[in-house]
């Protein structure tokens, strides 16, 4: 963030502070000088002022001087610390001069008196400069400085007419006229009341920025409460200007080309990830999001996570003392959401809620031409859908936090989220053989989709008298209903009514999860973590398919595709984590884990079973070098497994467009994947990062998604460990600031993916060079105004089978802000000058080769309000809390 032009850093704060003193010190040290008894000159002075030769009669005492001095020595090394000059600013003095005071000036036995303070707290001025003036010739005679308490005396004043002028840093200077002295006499001028000169203190306002991203040892973070054009939209948006991260026009997330990621909500796992993240990013305001941060190769401490890496979601509380929360709300074209916060902390117990609901408009509309080869009843297929998909989400978030002793914690809180959507769509699929039509019909889909997602955890903390030493326990249960039911009328070609179906599922998924991780240090620099956790995941699917009678109208179930599936995978897991440090510029951490995995599946009607029992020793190995000049080399190795969660897993057939079905895979096993990172970062005192890495990813039996076409021409999407997928890339970061009130970042991201399956299922291979880009840039104006804009690039990207076009996204957004910050408007715009982003994907089979186009409605404008109530108190800010973090399993992209 930009400093205000009337506005100073800290460094200029200490140093503006330190001058003062150091300017009156220097003052009364010559008026020592020259009014000392008979003029005893500078060397002298020095001697006499440290040997304490006489009883000097000087008007600052020495127990004037030390708190002075200390000051000055705290503010001065403060100042050397954060690159401050501390005289290069010293104003020129308004006391006497050397060249003033080193003439004569009359002594007498006047006195003058008075306290000095604060005029609207009351409270005593300590330090100010007073400076006695001749009235006649407006020449400063003589001066002193206030003590703690506000007083000050002049004494051996001549007898005549005076004025005195009192300053002090942060106050305006007041000055008092006609004071008579004759003879003898004391003249007490009473209380002194400075008003505070509000310029001068909001010139001197000390400010504090995070950037918009930050680059950490383990971590990239993202600052995203500090991008205004995040106002009034979802984690789906906040995602898309990560650096690494690309998100899809459907809100599929890749972490450096890859989908294989976590996604985690306050270091915790939450089942509602488990089954579609699109889907689930959509339902999380953005102005509920604090941070989020990428951590690309994770320690043996995390989960044996999956081939890319975590993504962890911060979301916004607060655990100062005091209340304090806010309000926002947003309207947009295509979104809008209403959302709060409300935080509380007093003493030990503290509280932290949120509430909030949104509501989505959104039209699509796609074509296609599906070319078969092969096949004796059909030879290309065109299909046309329109459709709009409307909803809102709700969710819930409290939590309370107890601190039991000084060094030991007790926390617990409840996630809930629910939501609910309808996406009906007409869908035309008109069947060609030699160019003559041989068949036409008409889909209406009425998709319902509802959902309720709740996570709770009990978390302990104890820490102990040897620094870094900690015991945590940590509990956890996540719970997820997923139901999803499609209503579907089919007309022929003639418009008429043929054929009714239902296709209907209800699913959950539910975690228990209990953590146990300790850490203690060693000798100096080293630090020993282990730990051990149970994961107790459960998944159920009851889907059903009806149609209905053509007599009667009334819909039978069609057991052949009617079951209910339920699934148990259990995982136990341990590890242990060495780090330590060489001549303090070698940092390792070397880590090991170990994870025991069983697995039962159940397909209830037809009584099939599912078994799987598999060890896993999962090794990391990181090492750091610091450079001069706040430079770092690193290179991380880590071997990760990911297994699939119920969205690979779910056999029930989704059939909302009959030509092209997608199921699941319920003897899917998990990913194994070797990751090879070497990283470069340098940070400059000016700001400016910079971060560059090279990296290698190789799995071996990649879940991957493969389609083949039925002799009908009905295209099956399936899942399955075929593939083996290779990613080789470069990805370079860097911020810096612009025209002092700017900020620009970039990210870009450069990779080659080699694809390929030797299955009997499917031979195929696909490889391609592919790219991302993103450009975030900010400036602060007077008046509390501020822009942004931001805009991103993805390239063409390449699956096993087929290949998606590239696709452009920016926006822009300004803001205002209001009633002394604590409030702002917003006004914002997505892809202004399209409407839509046109998405062309396509895929080849040995017998057939599609090609279809997405029109996505991306443009957008809002309008967002936000408003901050409350107050909160630094003091006892609470430690920072452990949780759990189930990084493993493989979630589902959208459909």
Do not use: C
Not at 279 to 285: C, E, F, S, T, Y
Not at 635 to 652: A, C, D, G, H, S
Not at 852 to 859: A, D, E, H, K, S
């Amino acid at each position: 963030m930009a400093v205000h032009p009337y506005r100073l850093s800290a460094s200029s704060h200490l140093s503006i502070f330190a001058s003062e003193y150091a300017r009156k010190l220097t003052t009364s040290f010559e008026y020592f000088v020259n009014n000392g008894p008979g003029g005893i000159g500078r060397e002298r002075a020095k001697r006499l002022l440290f040997n304490r030769e006489y009883s000097l009669e000087i008007k600052l005492t020495l127990s004037t001087y030390l708190p002075i001095m200390k000051t000055l020595i705290l503010l001065a090394a403060a100042s050397i610390f954060s690159g401050g000059t501390i005289f290069a600013q010293a104003p020129s003095p308004p006391v006497a001069t050397a060249q003033a005071a080193s003439q004569a000036i009359p002594k007498g036995n006047g006195k003058i008196s008075g306290v000095v303070s604060d005029e609207a707290a009351k409270t005593p001025v300590a330090f100010a400069t007073v400076a006695l003036l001749d009235k006649l010739t407006g020449k400063t005679i003589d001066g002193a400085i206030t003590d703690d308490k506000g007083k000050f005396t002049i004494s051996r004043v001549a007898n005549g007419q005076y004025s005195l002028t009192i300053t002090f840093l942060g106050y305006e200077a007041k000055s008092i006229n006609n004071i008579a002295i004759e003879g003898k006499n004391e003249v007490n001028i009473g209380p002194i009341a400075l008003k505070a000169n509000t310029k001068t203190l909001n010139e001197v306002a000390v400010l504090g920025e995070k950037p918009l991203v930050e680059d950490k040892v383990d971590r990239m973070v993202y600052n995203a409460e500090k991008d205004i054009t995040n106002t009034g939209g979802t984690a789906s948006d906040v995602l898309k200007k990560v650096p690494g991260l690309t998100v899809d026009l459907e809100g599929n997330v890749q972490l450096r080309g890859s989908g294989n990621i976590r996604v985690l909500i306050n270091n915790k796992p939450s089942t509602i990830m488990a089954t579609n993240i699109a889907d689930a990013l959509r339902q999380i305001p953005s102005d509920q999001i604090k941070t989020v941060e990428v951590i690309t190769s994770p320690s043996a401490k995390y989960d044996a996570e999956g081939t890319a890496g975590i993504i962890n979601i911060i979301t916004k509380k607060n655990g100062l003392q005091g209340v304090n929360g806010t309000v926002n709300a947003s309207y947009g074209t295509r979104n809008s959401n209403v959302n709060g916060n409300v935080n509380y902390r007093k003493g030990k117990f503290g509280l932290n809620s949120a509430l909030g609901t949104n509501w989505n408009n959104n039209p699509g509309k796609q074509t296609g031409n599906t070319y078969y080869t092969g096949l004796s009843n059909i030879d290309r297929l065109y299909q046309t859908m329109e459709g709009k998909r409307v909803g809102n989400f709700n969710f819930l978030q409290f939590g309370t936090d107890y601190d039991l002793t000084p060094k030991s914690n007790l926390a617990a809180g409840i996630r809930m989220q629910s939501g609910n959507f309808a996406f009906k769509t007409t869908q035309t699929s008109t069947q060609y053989l030699q160019n003559a039509l041989i068949g036409l019909n008409t889909r209406q889909n009425n998709i319902e989709f509802e959902n309720m997602n709740y996570d709770v955890n009990l978390d302990y903390n104890r820490q102990f008298s040897k620094q870094g030493q900690e015991l945590t326990v940590l509990g956890l249960l996540s719970h997820n209903n997923r139901d999803n039911y499609n209503y579907a009328d089919v007309y022929n070609r003639d418009n008429q009514l043929s054929l009714q179906e239902q296709n209907l599922n209800d699913a959950y998924n539910e975690e228990k999860t209990l953590q146990v991780d300790y850490t203690q240090p060693l000798a100096k620099d080293q630090l020993l973590e282990i730990g051990g956790k149970a994961i107790l995941r459960y998944a159920e699917s009851d889907y059903r398919f009806l149609l209905a009678e053509p007599g009667t109208g009334d819909f039978v179930i069609q057991p052949n595709r009617t079951d209910i599936f339920s699934y148990h995978q259990d995982v136990a897991a341990a590890y242990a984590s060495y780090g330590f440090s060489l001549n303090k510029k070698y940092n390792f951490k070397l880590g090991t884990r170990y994870e025991h995995t069983q697995i039962s599946g159940d397909f209830t009607s037809t009584e099939t079973t599912i078994n799987q029992d598999y060890d896993n020793f999962i090794p990391s190995i990181a090492v750091s070098r610091t450079l001069k000049n706040n430079q770092t080399i690193k290179f991380n190795y880590t071997k990760r497994i990911q297994r699939p969660q119920l969205y690979y897993l779910n056999p029930f057939e989704n059939r909302s467009d009959t030509f092209n079905i997608q199921v699941g895979n319920p003897k899917l096993e998990a990913e194994l994947t070797n990751s090879y990172e070497l990283g470069y970062s340098r940070f400059f005192k000016s700001g400016t990062s910079f971060n560059a890495s090279v990296y290698w990813r190789q799995t071996n039996n990649s879940i991957q998604s493969f389609t083949l076409p039925t002799s009908e021409g009905v295209n099956y999407t399936r899942f399955g460990n075929i593939g083996r997928n290779a990613s080789y890339g470069f990805s370079l970061f860097g911020n810096t600031k612009f025209l002092q009130k700017g900020n620009i970042s970039g990210n870009v991201n450069i990779f080659y993916t080699d694809l390929e399956s030797r299955s009997a299922q499917l031979e195929a291979s696909n490889a391609s060079v592919m790219y991302n880009a993103n450009l975030n840039a900010s400036y602060t104006f007077p008046k509390g105004i501020s822009a942004q804009v931001f805009g991103m690039f993805n390239s063409p990207r390449v699956t096993l089978q087929g290949k998606s076009s590239s696709w452009t996204y920016y926006n822009l957004a300004l803001k205002k802000e209001l009633l002394n910050k604590k409030a702002s408007i917003s006004a914002g715009v997505d892809n202004p000058f399209s409407q839509t982003l046109k998405m062309r994907n396509t895929f080849k089979t040995n017998t057939s080769e599609q090609d279809n186009l997405l029109y996505v409605y991306t443009r957008q404008f809002r309008i967002s309000a936000n408003y901050q109530f409350g107050k909160m108190d630094f003091k006892n800010q609470p430690r920072r809390k452990k949780k759990i973090s189930n990084d493993d399993a493989k979630a589902g992209e959208s459909n």
